[in-house]
């Protein structure tokens, strides 16, 4: 048989517990003794990939996805490529609001907008003159923003040849 004296002291020590535990994370949160409060933990700024790098990841391969879609009369794939990059301008521009001081939704949309509208109509009726003309026009756009942001050196032109894709454009359709 325990003596009262011991259930007593466990009966204390238990009770006790939970509130030293309480008190403890209590006074963890106060300021120090030395009347300074711990400073919070350092916030990484989130990644941002450069115009560059979202020129050359995402607007660049859907240019040239969309001239190979209509060389091969893909004019589903097209469509839904021309929607990519027109969602890979925007993007951008929400990324980067300005280059240099200046609007780059602004800018985008000035040297893009009516050459990718007109890709759209070319791509829903099919017309190949209509596509060709509307794509070198978006191309022209691009080199003139390139020209505008002095970064001439970057031209970019009409493909010719066969793409050096890692992607199976021979798709079956579903």
Known sequence: MIPATTGRRRLVVLLALPVAAT???ALATLPS???QEKSPAPQTAPYL???SD???ATIQPRHRRLWQDWKDKDWAFAA?????LRGAFRRLGEAHPKENDVSLPDMIASVTG???DELTTAVRSKDDT????AYAD???GCNSCHQAFNHGVVVIKVPSGAPSFDQDFTHAAP
């Open 114 to 116: 009516q050459p990718v």
């Open 130 to 133: 209509k596509f060709t003309k």
């Open 49 to 51: 990939p450069s115009i």
């Open 54 to 56: 979202m020129m050359i």
């Open 80 to 84: 839904y490529e021309l929607g990519n």
């Open 23 to 25: 008190l403890g994370a």
């Open 138 to 140: 978006l191309t022209d």
């Open 33 to 35: 003794a030395s009347g």
